[in-house]
T-cell receptor, first 111, second 114 residues
């Protein structure tokens, strides 16, 4: 079946540096993508979303890039802070309007 | 605005026992979802409700799992009988409506089956 996958299971960055988390998806019919942040013991928290008619979307300190040609999604976090340490999931949605989540990337911010 | 509420937060049971989880979505949210999240994996959709009707339960193991959403508000998810592989976090989420809408997640119920 269709799946959403992440390139790396873990990522460590120095505080203040920029972070880039990547995600590959395989369902060409997906037209809506979301990044979630999940801290230990909590449910996923919405970060940013993007529709397939866009290539880039920016939020506060975060940017999502979508490359439909290679079915690739990335989340960029500027000036990474200790509070950004968490597991990040990408999720995709197609015509059924249901989310399919990837397996997650653990981001660790080093002091 | 109050978030999605779930209870209990933790539950430990022995295999073959029964367990039930409760979810109260954000007020006014028509769509409610139950997800299963196994350790180290992303959430997997079990069932989706629109008001009090089931939209999709294709990934719900119906021989042991059941869910209901009476009156289109609160929802309960039940497992009977539980198996070891049911150990996971059960997440409830709600959204204002289906489609391009953010899903808000509750804190989840961590189930351990011994």
């Amino acid at each position: 079946g269709e799946s959403v996958g992440l390139h790396l299971p873990t990522l460590s960055v120095q505080e203040g540096d920029n972070s880039i988390i990547n995600c590959a998806y395989s369902n060409s019919a997906s037209d809506y993508f979301i990044w979630y942040k999940q801290e230990s013991g909590k449910g996923p928290q919405f970060i940013i979303d993007i529709r397939s008619n866009m290539d880039k979307r920016q939020g506060q300190r975060v940017t999502v890039l979508l490359n439909k040609t290679v079915k690739h999604l990335s989340l960029q976090i500027a000036a990474t802070q200790p509070g950004d340490s968490a597991v990040y999931f990408c999720a995709e949605s197609g015509s059924a309007r249901q989310l399919t989540f990837g397996s997650g990337t653990q981001l660790t911010v080093l002091p | 605005e109050a978030g999605v509420a779930q209870s209990p937060r933790y539950k430990i049971i022995e295999k073959r026992q029964s367990v039930a989880f409760w979810c109260n979505p954000i007020s006014g949210h028509a769509t409610l979802y139950w997800y299963q999240q196994i350790l180290g994996q992303g959430p997997k959709l079990l069932i989706q409700f629109q008001n009090n009707g089931v939209v999709d339960d294709s990934q719900l193991p119906k021989d042991r799992f059941s869910a209901e959403r009476l009156k289109g508000v609160d929802s309960t998810l039940k497992i009977q009988p539980a198996k070891l592989e049911d150990s996971a976090v059960y997440l409830c989420a709600s959204s204002a409506r289906d489609g391009y809408n953010e899903q808000f997640f509750g804190p989840g119920t961590r189930l351990t089956v011994l």
